[in-house]
């Protein structure tokens, strides 16, 4: 156990160092090395679960469990989405040393137009959904704040007919068409989901109250590890070390 850990630490550590990009495997040590083979023989990674507040990625019964709270309109978020990907999924994901759950949090009627979208279907559907969303946020949310005031004010209201068109107008509904396969009647089934619209609001309302969470219209990631909130800590770079300490701190303790 005390092996794997700490291949698995130096594993994250190699993949920050090197932003996450491939690196020929001479220059591996042999930990490093053996880490890389044992999580590419897992698929733990693969493995999603609804939660009652979001979506959990990993092992159940992973010794950490770290809470993602996403807004989707929230720039800090789809930095994360592309810069963690990697080192999360092959050090500590797909071993199962540490599960992850995604939870939206709801501060604009964008936010749970995408939110909607990124559940839509299935829960094995829901990483790619998500990930897709995010990594082409920059597209869609330049495209949003340059939308006419009186549409853009039209999209805030509460009716299932402004998150259609809001869908239609930033390309929400052909993402899902072109890129995943749903079909109109899909798409719009989940837009017009009123009882996980008021699901949606409802968690994001007790994920705030329970993890004292910076107020939804900062539009700051934020994160829970082991179910204690994450202070201070918004992006990947703050995170890294936390991770690092925790399971470092595994290790001494066995």
């Not at 999209?155 to 107008?169: G, V």
Request: aromatic share 8%; proline share 5%.
């Amino acid at each position: 156990m005390r092996k794997r850990i700490i291949g698995s630490i130096s594993t994250l550590a190699f993949l920050i160092g090197a932003g996450a990009a491939a690196r020929p495997s001479q220059s591996l040590d042999p930990q490093q090395l053996e880490a890389l083979k044992e999580a590419r023989g897992s698929n733990w990674h693969t493995q999603i679960t609804p939660t009652a507040r979001g979506h959990l990625i990993g092992n159940p019964k992973a010794e950490a469990r770290l809470i993602a709270f996403v807004s989707y309109s929230c720039t800090e978020c789809a930095q994360f989405a592309r810069q963690a990907y990697a080192p999360l999924n092959l050090a500590l994901l797909a071993p199962g040393k540490l599960s992850y759950e995604i939870r939206p949090r709801v501060g604009s009627q964008l936010d749970l137009t995408v939110a909607l979208l990124a559940g839509c279907g299935q829960p094995n559907k829901f990483r790619r959904n998500h990930t897709m969303f995010l990594q082409a946020q920059d597209v869609w949310l330049e495209r949003y704040k340059t939308a006419p005031g009186s549409q853009r004010a039209f999209w805030q209201t509460r009716q299932p007919r402004a998150r259609a068109s809001l869908a239609n107008a930033l390309d929400f509904d052909e993402m899902m068409a072109r890129r995943r396969g749903y079909s109109r009647t899909e798409v719009q089934r989940c837009l017009t989901d009123t009882k996980n619209v008021a699901r949606l609001r409802a968690n994001s309302e007790a994920d705030e109250a329970e993890f004292d969470l910076p107020d939804v219209a900062d539009n700051r990631l934020s994160f829970a590890l082991d179910g204690k909130v994450l202070a201070g800590v918004h992006d990947w770079r703050q995170l890294y070390p936390i991770l690092t300490e925790r399971f470092a701190s595994r290790v001494e303790s066995n």
